[in-house]
C-alpha cells in the first residue's frame, strides 16, 4: 500500500497556480487517464488556430476588439460601467475660470485716454516759444529778462485765449501771498496781487521786433555758466583773492583766463543783482583780509631772518618772560627760517616743515625735535609768529 506525504503550503500554491483545481474538481478525467502529449497537441491546435484567425486583423477591428465569449470590457458581474454616468457630487471642486491678465501698462492708458474725439471748432492756438531759464548769476541785460517776463505772463494767459483774445472769466488767477511768507501787510499784498494780475489779463504775445531783440540780447549773457562753475569763482576769489585771476581761471574746468577776466568785470560791476550778495561778498573780503595778514607776516619774517648773514646761528628769537621748557632756540630758529623759506600760509607748509628737520644733519640725534608731529610744530610755528609780530608793533 503506497503512503502519500501531506502536501506542504508551497506545493499546494504551485497546484494552483498550474491549474490542478480545475483537475481536481473534474471527475470524468484524472491525471493518470490524460496523455500530456494529448494535452499539448491541443494546445498547438489551439494557438494554430487564433493565430490564423487574428493575422489580418486591422487598426478599425482592434478598436473593436472583444474576446469571444467575454463581452465588453467595460461589463463587470452584469453591469455595464460604460453607460454609467460620473456621479461626483458635492466634494467636487470647480477649478477656476482664467482669465486674461489686467494690463496696466501706462502708454496704453494714456493712448486710450488722450483718443481724439470730436473736432473742435476753436480756432488753432498759437504755438508758445520754449522758455529759457535765467539765473541771476549769468548776468543777462535787463532789456532781456523784461522781454522775458512779458514772454511769460503771455504763456499764463494763453490758457485762457478765446479767438486770439484773453477771456478775463477764464484766465489765471493770480492768487495773494500769504501772511506766513512775510513782507508787507494784507492791503499792500492784494495790491501787489492786483498788479500782477493786470499783467497777465492785458498780456500780449512778442512782437517780430521784440522776438528779435530778444535773441540778440540773450547773446550777451553767460549762457555756458552755472551754478557750479559760480560757486567755485567765488570760494577761489575768497583763496586767492579778487585779482589772482590766473590762480582763479586754474581752478575753473573749461573756462580760459580769458572767460574769467570778462565774467569778473561783469561780476564786480553787477554783482548787486545777485540774491545774497552781502554774504557772498562778505566771505570774499574776509578771505582777502586773511590773504592781506599772511602777507604782512610774511614780509616781517623775511624783514627779521635778513637781519643776519648766518639767521640759523645769529637769529634771536623775542621770547620775553615765558620762553618753554622743550623747544631749544636752536630748534626755534630753524622753524623760524623755513617758515620763511617756504612761505607762511602756503601749502602742506608745516608737513614740508617736518620733512626738513628729517633731512637736516643739525638735528640727526635731536628725537625730540625729529618725533613732532606737524600739528606740533603748527602750534610751535604759531607762538613764534605771534612773538615776532609783537616786536614788530613794538618798534612801530
Known amino acids: 500500500m503506497r503512503q502519500t506525504a501531506a502536501a506542504s503550503k508551497d506545493e499546494l500554491l504551485s497546484m494552483i497556480r498550474h491549474g ?21 497537441a491541443r494546445g498547438e491546435a489551439k494557438t494554430e488556430e487564433l493565430a490564423k484567425k487574428y493575422q489580418n486583423i486591422g487598426l478599425d477591428d482592434l478598436q473593436r476588439f472583444t474576446v469571444e465569449g467575454v463581452g465588453s470590457a467595460y461589463e463587470w458581474q452584469g453591469e455595464d460601467y460604460s453607460k454609467r454616468k460620473d456621479n461626483i457630487g458635492l466634494t467636487w471642486i470647480r477649478p477656476a475660470k482664467r482669465e486674461r491678465k489686467a494690463n496696466y501698462a501706462v502708454d496704453d492708458y494714456y493712448r486710450e485716454a488722450l483718443r481724439v474725439g470730436p473736432k473742435n471748432d476753436r480756432p488753432k492756438q498759437p504755438r508758445l516759444p520754449k522758455q529759457h531759464t535765467v539765473a541771476d548769476f549769468q548776468f543777462y541785460p535787463s532789456r532781456y529778462i523784461e522781454l522775458q517776463d512779458k514772454e511769460n505772463y503771455w504763456i499764463m494767459a494763453s490758457s485762457a485765449l478765446v479767438n486770439g483774445v484773453v477771456d478775463k472769466q477764464k484766465g489765471i488767477k493770480i492768487p495773494a501771498r500769504s501772511a506766513e511768507d512775510g513782507g508787507p501787510d494784507e492791503e499792500a499784498r492784494e495790491k501787489e496781487r492786483a498788479e500782477e494780475q493786470e499783467k497777465v489779463d492785458n498780456a500780449v504775445m512778442l512782437s517780430e521786433e521784440e522776438q528779435a531783440e530778444k ?30 585771476l590766473e590762480v582763479i581761471a586754474e581752478e575753473l574746468d573749461g573756462k580760459t583766463l580769458e572767460d574769467v577776466q570778462t565774467y569778473a568785470k561783469v561780476f564786480w560791476a553787477r554783482y548787486k543783482e545777485i540774491a545774497d550778495h552781502e554774504k557772498i561778498i562778505a566771505n570774499i573780503e574776509k578771505g582777502e583780509a586773511r590773504l592781506r595778514k599772511q602777507m604782512e607776516i610774511q614780509e616781517h619774517l623775511t624783514a627779521k631772518v635778513r637781519q643776519h648773514k648766518l639767521p640759523l646761528e645769529q637769529l634771536r628769537v623775542p621770547y620775553g618772560p615765558s620762553r618753554g621748557k622743550h623747544w631749544t632756540e636752536e630748534e626755534d630758529r630753524f622753524l623760524l627760517v623755513q617758515l620763511e623759506k617756504i612761505g607762511y600760509g602756503a601749502e602742506d607748509v608745516y608737513e614740508r616743515i617736518r620733512r626738513e628737520i628729517r633731512k637736516s644733519d643739525r638735528f640727526r640725534f635731536d628725537w625730540f625735535f625729529k618725533s613732532r608731529t606737524t600739528i606740533e610744530l603748527q602750534r610751535r610755528c604759531n607762538t613764534l609768529v605771534q612773538l615776532i609780530e609783537k616786536e614788530f608793533k613794538g618798534e612801530e
Open 20 to 40: 490542478a483545481q480545475e483537475m481536481f474538481s473534474s471527475v470524468e478525467s484524472t491525471m493518470a487517464d490524460d496523455d500530456i502529449e494529448s494535452i499539448l
Open 215 to 244: 535773441e540778440s540780447l540773450a547773446e550777451q549773457g553767460f549762457e555756458d555758466w552755472g551754478r557750479r562753475d559760480f560757486m567755485t569763482f567765488v570760494k577761489a576769489c575768497e583763496r586767492h583773492g579778487r585779482t589772482n
